[in-house]
T-cell receptor
Framework: AQRVTQPEKLLSVFKGAPVELKCNYSYSGSPELFWYVQYSRQRLQLLLRHISRESIKGFTADLNKGETSFHLKKPFAQEEDSAMYYCALRDTGNQFYFGTGTSLTVIP | KAGVTQTPRYLIKTRGQQVTLSCSPISGHRSVSWYQQTPGQGLQFLFEYFSETQRNKGNFPGRFSGRQFSNSRSEMNVSTLELGDSALYLC???????????FGPGTRLLVL
């Protein structure tokens, strides 16, 4: 069975501090991992995907197959980063599995 | 390009009734996926349609069904509503299914 776990429901950090949102997955094949973000009163949108290996809005995420993790990191949090973050896995059958989300609050 | 639209935005129904939700994808997108979002379970995949065919299905009872029309618009139907069906229902579209998904604003369903 495929499953995505985000252990933190709520996370608060001060502006300028580093932030890490944790995501662990279980999947027997080669997964494709994503981070989605939902800002207040906006739609859910893609933040980044592991195959792109890019940095979006200062966020990066590295797929660690050994630890089956895909943690989202940013060295210096900004107030506009406050949002709901979802980790997601797409299996080889093109089906998505989402974590339950982490609500990030950046304290000014 | 207009984004994904969903109608209606809000809906109140009573137990036992049925409901139909509609999703219009971004022009040119042929894949439409549906999700149920609840505070306790997060986003759960319902099904995906591509070229009028259901291509993937999540772990939901048969009361949840859908279809896709030739213009890629999709509808989702829930029959014999239960209190636990109260949720935000999101649809997402993509070109063929393997690319970035674009989400709609959702339909918030309340079952009384």
């Amino acid at each position: 069975a495929q499953r995505v776990t985000q252990p933190e429901k709520l996370l608060s950090v001060f502006k300028g501090a580093p932030v890490e949102l944790k995501c662990n997955y279980s999947y027997s094949g080669s997964p494709e991992l994503f981070w989605y973000v939902q800002y207040s009163r906006q739609r859910l949108q893609l933040l980044l995907r592991h195959i792109s290996r890019e940095s979006i809005k200062g966020f990066t995420a590295d797929l660690n197959k050994g630890e089956t993790s895909f943690h989202l990191k940013k060295p210096f949090a900004q107030e506009e980063d406050s949002a709901m973050y979802y980790c997601a896995l797409r299996d080889t059958g093109n089906q998505f599995y989402f974590g339950t989300g982490t609500s990030l609050t950046v304290i000014p | 390009k207009a984004g994904v639209t969903q109608t209606p935005r809000y809906l109140i129904k009573t137990r036992g009734q049925q409901v139909t939700l509609s999703c219009s994808p971004i022009s040119g997108h042929r894949s439409v996926s549906w999700y149920q979002q609840t505070p306790g379970q997060g986003l759960q995949f319902l099904f995906e349609y591509f070229s009028e065919t259901q291509r993937n299905k999540g772990n939901f009872p048969g009361r949840f069904s859908g279809r896709q029309f030739s213009n890629s618009r999709s509808e989702m139907n829930v029959s014999t509503l239960e209190l636990g069906d109260s949720a935000l229902y999101l649809c997402a579209s993509s070109l063929q299914g393997a690319e970035t998904q674009y989400f709609g604003p959702g339909t918030r369903l309340l079952v009384l």
